[in-house]
Nanobody
Framework: QVQLVESGGGLVQPGGSLRLSCAAS??????MGWYRHAPGKERELVAR???????NYADSVKGRFTISRDNAANTVYLQMNSLKAEDTAVYYC??????????WGQGIQVTVSS
């Protein structure tokens, strides 16, 4: 059984930074990443990192967000800098395993507001 533990969300002022973490257990993961869901919008991919270090980013976060992964700890991080009000959303950890399929975290709120 895959378990995901998310942390790091909260309230931050525009221009500020937050770091999200997602610790995964229960399988071997070939891809780990983050999606977000803002009110009135569809859930969207924010960033994803594959084995070997290949990364994908949404155009809206390129240059501001950085995804990284600690393979030994099965943990994925999302460093979010220069946050904007439009980054406000519930962020979901997403992991993919060839043995367990796709798993989602419970979601963590990120609010960017003055």
């Amino acid at each position: 059984q895959v378990q995901l533990v998310e942390s790091g969300g909260g309230l931050v002022q525009p221009g500020g930074s937050l770091r999200l973490s997602c610790a995964a257990s229960g399988s071997i993961f070939n891809a780990m990443g983050w999606y977000r869901h803002a009110p009135g919008k569809e859930r969207e991919l924010v960033a994803r990192i594959f084995n070997g270090g290949i990364t994908n980013y949404a155009d809206s976060v390129k240059g501001r967000f950085t995804i990284s992964r600690d393979n030994a700890a099965n943990t994925v991080y999302l460093q979010m800098n220069s946050l904007k009000a439009e980054d406000t959303a519930v962020y979901y950890c997403n992991v993919q395993s060839i043995y367990r399929g796709t798993s989602w975290g419970q979601g963590i709120q990120v609010t960017v507001s003055s």
